[in-house]
């Protein structure tokens, strides 16, 4: 039911009715959490051997990096984008049972990566971006088609030119929250390998992206060359591979005014080849783990996102992954989204060299019992859940976690308030759903007006019947952007 909105007047009467059994609860909830993780740490081998599940068809010439795009409202139609970097090669889309659906001639693309929701010509669309190797030099956008996943060309109509990048190799996106702004972060083989160059993507009027010359940052720490970059939008940093030295660490925000090096790590770890592919795996808190590919193995290395100890820059060795199946690993990925039945917690992607392919990795079977699950959001979208677009919004719940069985007890009735706000009259639905994407309850559903609401969750799924305790999920959506929110129902 929606409610006018004023949180003060219901928090204060909810905190009056919970309070005590809140703090009490969450105190033994800290404990358990906390006795979790300890127990966790202590029992992670230091290697994980995993199986492949699917594999991409082969390419012609040499495969080298792939990343994944989430289907905006079927997972099962999501994609794999991957490059062959050989002459004659190009960019290929592949479905989630490793079958072609498209291949683009390009001249030799050697990373890719994508983004969600760029503003571009008055609507939001996700990108996919690579750099040309051969003649000119540049970076090529691709639209991704929210139906099918395949690519249509959107650069500028003058190109993209990086005479900057002599021999154009590594490249990642990095997208800043507080404005939304796209740049593209690229490394050369040759020339002035030591540095990083930065790009802004930019709308040029015409409904195709423009790209802009930004800044050259690292300061010389780079002592031989760069393929495998990632960037982590929601801490601010992008972590590069020097291939025979170590993965340093900078800020990927110009604005910062910071072109330093923070820290290096991966410096010895067992890495007797070069480092390689680099990937997020994601959890809240801006918490999960750095995934980083030893090409002289058949391994992955795993490292804390959040760092050690309360050191954000400090990352050690956690354990590491051994990818049967792929070998002398360029490029990899990883997401926590469901994206097929084969993968319900999302998976790993890695280049295989020897098959001129790339093998697909469930999360679970990699994380057993000993690294953690993130759910992610069950539909495409926006990347990260934090990141509002500016039709609607969805706020965390109160009270979190929910207490419904104390809440019963002290005469209330047990339920937990979701504020969410509408830019503009639409179509909403609001549900809670599992942790496997199942619907529990939908709570609303149809045309809103536009401004600030409450809703309610009452702990019962749509048959009337309460829920088992544990976490579950808050999905907003609009046809066109999801938001997700967690919530930990407790006894």
């Known amino acids: 039911m929606l409610r006018p909105y004023s949180p003060r007047r219901l928090k204060i009467n909810l905190s009056q009715l919970l309070l005590p059994a809140f703090v009490c609860g969450l105190a033994a909830l800290g404990n358990l959490l906390t006795s979790w993780s300890e127990a966790a740490a202590q029992s992670i081998p230091s290697e994980i051997t995993v199986t492949p599940k699917v594999s991409t ?10 990343a994944i795009w989430i289907h905006p409202s079927n997972p099962a139609k999501s994609v ?28 030799r693309p050697n990373n890719v990566d994508i983004r969600y929701g760029m503003q571009v010509g008055g609507q939001r669309i996700d990108i996919a971006v690579t750099n040309l190797r051969a003649s000119p030099k540049q970076i090529k956008v691709f639209q991704i088609n929210p139906g099918d996943g395949t690519l ?3 650069t500028t109509s003058s190109g993209i030119l990086t005479p900057q990048l002599r021999d154009p190799y590594g490249l990642c996106l990095y997208q800043r929250p507080t404005d939304g702004a796209m740049f593209v972060i690229a490394s050369t083989q040759s020339g002035a390998t030591a540095n990083l160059h930065q790009y802004l993507l930019e709308d040029d009027g015409a409904g195709k992206i423009k790209g ?25 940093y992008v972590y590069a591979s020097d291939e025979a030295h170590a993965v340093r660490k900078f800020y990927a925000d110009p604005a910062r005014g910071n072109d330093d090096q923070i820290a290096a790590f991966a410096i010895d770890d067992g890495i007797s080849g070069d480092r390689e592919g680099l990937a997020i795996y994601k959890c809240a808190g801006n918490t999960g783990y750095l995934l980083l590919s030893n090409q002289s193995g058949t391994d992955v290395k795993v490292y804390r996102r959040e760092g050690e100890n309360g050191d954000p ?28 039945n084969q993968f319900p917690q999302g998976f790993l992607i890695t280049h295989n060299a020897p098959g001129k392919q790339f ?48 809440a019963s007890r002290l005469g209330a009735n047990p339920a937990t308030t979701i504020p969410l706000h509408l830019a503009k009259s639409a179509y909403i639905k609001l549900s809670v759903v599992n942790l496997l994407g199942q619907t529990v309850r939908t709570v609303s559903e149809g045309i809103i007006a536009a401004g600030d609401h409450l809703l309610q969750w ?34």
């Open 458 to 491: 009452d702990g019962r799924n749509d048959a009337g019947e309460i829920v088992p305790v544990g976490v579950y999920l808050f999905r907003l959506e609009n046809g066109r952007h999801v938001q997700i929110r967690k919530l930990l129902l407790a006894k």
């Open 313 to 340: 820059h400090q990352h050690t060795l956690l354990t590491t992954i051994k990818t049967n199946g792929s070998k002398s690993t360029d490029g990899l990925d990883v997401t926590n989204r469901p994206s097929s």
């Open 57 to 66: 068809a082969a390419v012609e010439g040499d495969a080298d990096d792939p």
């Open 212 to 236: 802009t010359y930004v800044r050259t940052f690292g300061n010389n720490m780079i002592r031989q060359y760069v393929e495998g970059l990632v960037a982590d939008d929601e801490l601010g």
């Open 80 to 107: 794999i984008i991957g490059t062959d970097k050989d002459t004659g090669g190009g960019l290929f889309v592949w479905n989630m049972s490793g079958q072609q659906i498209q291949f683009i001639p390009l001249g």
């Open 152 to 154: 249509t060309d959107i």
């Open 359 to 406: 093998k697909l990795y469930a999360w679970e079977d990699i994380a057993k019992n000993y690294l953690t699950i993130c759910p992610g959001p069950t539909t495409g979208g926006i990347e990260n859940p934090d990141v509002q677009p500016e039709e609607f919004w969805l706020e965390q719940n109160y009270p979190n976690p929910f207490f419904s069985r104390a």
